[in-house]
């Protein structure tokens, strides 16, 4: 999943694991001209639907802007 736009540290959590923690993303691209920058977070989990809210700088917020990453078989 990839995350992009100013911020300086992201973070995702969901039902994935019972909304218990959060899995820090890493920044995976420079800074541009408006500070923002692209996140991504890698997980491996079974088929099925999960939901999911981003971190962004301790807000919560949805993933509506979110890009979600198909896995590649």
């Known amino acids: 999943m ?12 969901g ?14 691209s420079e800074y ?6 692209t996140f991504t977070a890698k997980l491996k989990l079974p088929a099925g639907e999960y939901m999911y809210k981003l971190v962004v700088d ?9 890009r979600p990453v198909p896995q590649r078989q």
């Open 2 to 13: 990839d995350w992009h736009g100013e911020a300086k540290n992201v973070e995702l959590a």
């Open 15 to 28: 039902s994935f694991d019972e909304w218990e923690g959060r899995l820090e993303m890493t920044r995976t």
């Open 32 to 37: 541009d001209d408006q500070r923002c920058a």
């Open 58 to 66: 301790d807000v919560w917020i949805t993933g509506a802007c979110a």
